[in-house]
């Protein structure tokens, strides 16, 4: 692959449309869509060294056993999808930070301590270069509606069984699902 050029396409309010043309190992040339949180990519090295752009949280109760996960409406898919708590991490902060900031305006919980914070991964690699960091924590208090006004979401606590039973039945982004079927099968010799 022989990257050519970058082009802005449309400039919304969140993310920026833009088409890259690059040429094959068989010499055709391809025009690739994608998106940005970036609104100014001019070259293949901003293209590959955007800012790690959002916080996706997996947060477990004091006891470890129920995990938070918030259901929310998604215009995208025009359905409510199960998803792990998550934002963008604004300017200035760090995955800590957003983290609880998040948390607390998504669930109205608060973050009690961070045990883990992974390296930061590719939310869609398909069409976005969107970098998130996942951090691992525990929370505690009661949950409260989102103060978002664009946003729909209802958080929960839920057990391994009943997480079971959603995996079943509900939509879930693909990294919460892999997660949830992998800790709901802890322990339990499957």
């Not at 963008?88 to 883990?116: F, N, S, V, Y």
């Not at 998130?132 to 979401?153: F, L, M, P, R, Y």
């Amino acid at each position: 692959m022989k990257f050519k050029d970058i082009r802005k396409i449309h400039q919304g309010k969140f993310i920026t449309r833009y088409d890259l043309e690059y040429e094959t190992e068989d010499g055709n040339e391809k025009i690739y869509e994608m998106i940005s949180r970036c609104p100014d990519i001019s070259s293949f090295d901003e293209l590959r060294s955007s800012r790690t752009d959002a916080v996706v949280m997996i947060i477990h109760d004091e006891s470890g056993e129920r995990l938070l996960l918030n259901r929310e409406y998604r215009m995208a898919t025009g359905q409510w999808i199960f998803n792990f708590p998550a934002g963008l991490i604004d300017p200035g902060e760090t995955a800590d930070i957003a983290a609880q900031r998040e948390l607390g305006e998504e669930t109205g919980l608060k973050l009690l301590h961070i045990d883990e914070i992974w390296k930061e991964s590719y939310s869609a690699i398909g069409f976005s270069n969107e970098k998130t960091v996942v951090v691992i924590g525990t929370a505690c208090g009661e949950i409260g509606q989102s103060d978002s006004d664009v946003e729909e979401i209802e958080a929960r606590w839920y057990t391994k069984a009943e997480l079971r039973k959603l995996l079943d039945s509900e939509f879930f982004a693909a990294r919460t699902q892999a997660y949830c079927v992998l800790w709901s099968r802890e322990r339990n010799g499957l």
